[in-house]
């Protein structure tokens, strides 16, 4: 089993940036691919970006393509979401993913998800 906890939402305003972070931990020992989706208040889930093990670049949804980094440090089990340039509609609660293969991930089939974390961009 592996556990993924969410942290660095909160609410910002428009043009600003903010970095989320997921970390996992359990069977850490294995190789996942890892990502994030968001889902805002009356829509569906929405994936975002993900990211293999195996170090090739990340993968972006054509939606935040351009605004949003994804990162990973593999000694700490970790993946970063760098957003910036936020806007109103980016408001969502955003979810780490991970799964042992990276197009369960990007297709969002993959067997792990974290709990969320809420991100609010005023105008």
């Known amino acids: 089993q592996v556990q993924l906890v969410e942290s660095g939402g909160g609410w910002v305003q428009a043009g600003t940036s903010l970095t989320l972070t997921c970390t996992a931990s359990g069977r850490t020992d294995l190789s996942y691919a890892m990502g994030w989706f968001r889902q805002a208040p009356g829509r569906e889930r929405e994936f975002l970006s993900a990211?293999?093990?195996?170090?090739?670049?990340?993968y972006y949804a054509d939606s935040i393509k351009g605004r949003f980094i994804l990162s990973r440090d593999g000694a700490n089990n970790t993946v970063y979401l760098q957003m910036n340039d936020l806007r109103p509609d980016d408001t969502a609660v955003y979810f780490c993913?991970?799964?042992?293969?990276?197009?369960?991930?990007?297709?969002?089939?993959?067997?792990?998800w974290g709990q969320g974390t809420q991100v609010t961009v005023s105008s």
């Open positions: 993913a991970a799964d042992r293969e990276f197009f369960a991930v990007t297709g969002g089939t993959n067997y792990y």
């Open positions: 990211m293999s093990w195996t170090g090739i670049p990340p």
